[in-house]
């Protein structure tokens, strides 16, 4: 059994929320350059080069991208033989949040209550998905997920006749309904098949692919290209100011599901797309 000191996952954790918030990804730098050269409308053009600037700035002055530091989200795999010494495994995460938000100088998103709204102080609780895989790694996928996106994605259940045409009516519909609260250029998140919650969690996930990969079975392949041309027929373009570039990408994933449904998950995620992964 291999052993993980419990103040390393603490410290990765930690590095993991600065460093998602400061800095854009290499497949998101080269994403907004590819969208502003593809860009026709001057004020798309304008909130692109504006974008990239406000990353520059943050990556190199080591501040926020965004002033929502988001919900810390976890995908976390854990490995059969690996074990956590000096504590569990989900104190040593809820630890490294209270302090790469509270050392980072990153706004605390979380309220403690939904109703009553009263602020935990330390943008704890994370959300954290566990999964249990052979081997002895631990790896550790973060996101700093806004609310603003957030807030704009929707989970529905369908009759299995809907199909393929009826998944892409319905996530075109629910970007078009989006409109600009989103932030876009968005990255859509699609997670098809499972049971109820298991969709949301599939299209959470699909968003921590980088931009440009392809679903490996080609069918899913072709239809993340076919909703990704739709949507940028949109017009909403960046920010919501009109042009070409609705989205960088469209992600799906998919598993087996019941006979009689077909669950689909829609997760939409700003241009603030801050995600990094570890491997301990
Ligand atoms: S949706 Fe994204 S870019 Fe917009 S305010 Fe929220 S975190 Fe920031």
């Known amino acids: ?12 954790v930690k590095q993991m929320c600065m460093e998602a918030n400061y800095e854009m990804g290499p497949d998101m730098y080269a994403a907004l350059r590819t969208a502003l050269e593809r860009e026709e ?10 974008i990239i600037e406000n990353a520059e700035i943050a990556k190199t002055e080591r501040v926020p991208i965004c002033q929502d530091t988001g919900v810390a989200v976890f995908f976390v ?6 074990k956590i010494v000096g504590g569990s495994l989900k104190d040593a995460i809820y630890e490294g949040v209270r302090k790469g938000y509270q050392e980072g100088y990153l706004r605390k998103s979380m309220v403690q209550d939904p109703l009553r709204r009263v602020n935990t102080g330390d943008n704890t609780p994370p959300i954290i998905h566990f999964d ?10 973060f996101a700093a997920k806004g609310g603003g996106s957030e807030n704009m994605s929707v989970a529905r259940l369908f009759a299995p006749a ?44 699909a968003l921590f692919r980088p931009i440009g990969s392809r679903h490996p079975d080609p069918f899913y392949a072709q239809m993340e290209e076919e909703i990704l041309e739709e949507v940028n027929k949109l017009g909403i373009g960046p920010m919501g100011m009109g ?11 998919v598993m087996p599901c019941h006979i009689a449904s077909l669950p689909v998950a829609v997760n939409i995620q700003c241009h603030a797309n801050r995600h990094v992964e570890r491997e301990l």
């Open 132 to 141: 249990l895989v052979p081997g002895d790694k631990l790896r550790l996928l």
């Open 1 to 12: 059994m291999r052993e993980i000191p419990y103040e390393t996952v603490v410290e990765t």
């Open 243 to 253: 042009g070409r570039v609705t989205a960088f990408d469209v992600h799906i994933e």
């Open 77 to 82: 795999e854990v490995g059969e033989d690996v």
């Open 162 to 205: 809907a199909g393929k045409e009826g998944i892409k009516k319905f996530v075109l519909e629910v970007v078009e309904k989006a409109g600009g609260n989103p932030c876009p250029p968005i990255v859509i998140g699609v997670g098809i098949g499972g049971n109820f919650e298991m969709s949301a969690i599939l299209a959470k996930k």
């Open 41 to 50: 409308s001057p004020q798309g053009k304008a909130v692109l080069e504006q």
